[in-house]
């Protein structure tokens, strides 16, 4: 396997390994009763096996340890450390790979990605927290370089494998997140969390699913599934979680030309209000007046359906105004503490604020100057978002491995515009969001006739469109 290190130096490092361990419990005994000691040796065997599986496991194995850090359940905490010790174990093991092999190019999106990485790093010079802001970009560092090596390397020259692993990844995950709220627990700890995750990870890839070629149970239950996603996107009553899920999905009915599909959703939602308004119209008119307050004024019922979003909003621009050119540092804003009273690497309200949207936090973070490379490099995404739709709307054809990846970086690209999560590498949406952006840098159709990734899935109804390129 390309993937795996030289035997010679599994089993010198075997063999060493085995001679330390024996040392160890000749020595220090007390080492081999203890659960910590133990439990470290645990994470480091798994870890070596998942260095090992490189490219089949590493992927699927990093998301989970940054979701389950995320979750609002016990195992929160002990993940919250873990993470990064797997992020940076995939970061190495990637590049080292990526370097031996040397069949992937590095682009303009790479280069890019490496000044915003720069101007990340100088705005902690000017910070009134810089070991924070330091700390904040090396974390993004991180996640760049394996979003460059190890990420990548999980697709290339297995794209049927992966994007198969993808579909049933998200059918699980929404499983979990319906079981969950069935039994009364909130597993993503608030519903802002919930309608993030339901609008940008199992909306757009379950609805993808359902148009590939399967057998009629697999496309009913990945329709049934997408069906309880937008079920628990809506419930969540987070709107920028449910104009993900719907903007999403309507571009990819559209570009697909089911517009038969868009307006079976619509009449079906219309049928089901009417009945409910019938049969109950004062029940009805309760939830009427429950939706207005929770979703369209978020708790108030004057002023502006953006209300919720002045008060951080404005606290951004001041900032913004306050520190034009070089910003606070990244993921950090000037306050009147002592830095040496919040802690030198302390991530908390103390040194950090909410903008109320991605854009607006990276603006006053890396101020005007240093906010060019990540302009540059949104744009660079956004131009592929724009070239795969112009393919799909050109073959009507869903099988292009980049049609998933688009819509979830239109999901993300329009929700992180009311969030603050798109540069804050410690989010989970963070690490899926620019792994799975630096796989579509790679996959998404260039301007040259020949697209270079095989791809065997087929359109769910015959003469749907063209052949997928092979």
């Known amino acids: 396997m390309p993937d795996r290190i030289p035997k010679s130096v599994i089993i010198a ?3 060493l390994g085995l001679m330390a361990l024996a040392y160890l419990a000749y020595s220090r005994p007390g080492y081999f009763t203890s659960q910590t000691y133990l439990g470290g040796i645990l994470l480091i065997e798994c870890l070596a096996a998942a260095v090992w599986m ?19 359940l016990p195992v929160g905490a002990f993940w919250a450390i873990l993470r990064w010790v797997f992020l940076a174990v995939g970061a190495l093991a990637g590049t080292f790979l990526m370097f031996r092999e040397r069949s992937h190019h590095f682009g303009l999106f790479h280069i890019v990605a490496t000044f915003a990485i720069l101007s990340a790093l100088a705005s902690a010079a000017v910070s009134q927290f810089p070991q924070v802001a330091l700390l904040k970009a090396l974390s993004l560092l991180l996640l760049f370089v394996y979003g ?7 697709v290339s020259g297995r794209e049927q494998q992966f994007f198969t692993g993808l579909l049933l990844g998200c059918e699980v995950f929404v499983g979990v997140l319906a079981g969950f709220h069935l039994i009364g627990i909130e597993m993503m700890g608030n519903p802002n969390s919930l309608g993030a995750v339901t609008g940008i990870v199992g909306a757009p890839v379950l609805l ?9 149970f697999v ?13 628990l996107a809506f419930h969540s009553h987070a709107r920028a979680g449910m104009a993900a899920a719907l903007v999403s999905s309507g571009l990819l009915c559209v570009a697909l030309r089911k517009y038969g599909a868009v307006m079976k959703g619509a009449s079906f939602i219309l049928v089901l209000v ?6 109950q119209p004062e029940t009805m008119s309760n939830t009427y007046s429950s939706l207005k307050t929770s979703v369209i004024y978020k708790g108030g019922s004057e002023g502006s359906i953006l209300a919720s979003r002045e008060s951080p909003w404005q606290r951004a621009i001041e900032s913004i105004h306050t520190h034009f050119w070089f910003g606070t540092g990244l993921g950090t804003v000037e306050t009147g503490k002592d830095p040496r009273q919040v802690g030198l690497f302390a991530s908390n309200s103390n040194v950090s604020a909410e903008n109320g949207s991605s854009y607006l936090s990276i603006l006053s973070g890396v101020g005007i100057l240093g906010v060019v490379p990540f302009s540059f490099l949104l744009l660079l995404l956004l131009g592929k978002v724009l070239r795969t739709f112009y393919w799909l709307v050109k073959t009507g054809n869903p099988c292009h491995p980049a049609v998933p990846l688009a819509l979830i970086m239109v999901a993300g690209l329009l929700h992180a515009g009311f969030e603050d999560w798109l540069f804050a590498p410690g989010n989970y949406l963070c690490m899926w969001f620019w792994s799975l952006a630096f796989i579509f840098a790679d996959v998404a159709p260039s301007s040259a006739p020949q697209v270079t990734f095989a791809w065997r899935f087929r359109a769910a109804q015959r003469g749907f ?3 997928p390129s092979r």
């Open 274 to 279: 009417s009945v409910g308004a019938i049969l």
């Open 465 to 467: 469109g063209v052949a």
């Open 148 to 154: 460059g090596t190890g990420a990548r390397l999980a």
């Open 13 to 15: 490092a075997s063999v």
């Open 219 to 231: 496309q009913r239950r990945r329709f049934a599934l997408y069906a309880v996603c937008m079920y």
């Open 208 to 216: 993808w699913g359902t148009f590939l070629e399967e057998t009629r």
């Open 54 to 72: 490189y490219r089949r496991v590493f992927f699927p194995l990093i998301m989970v340890a940054f979701l389950l850090a995320g979750v609002d």
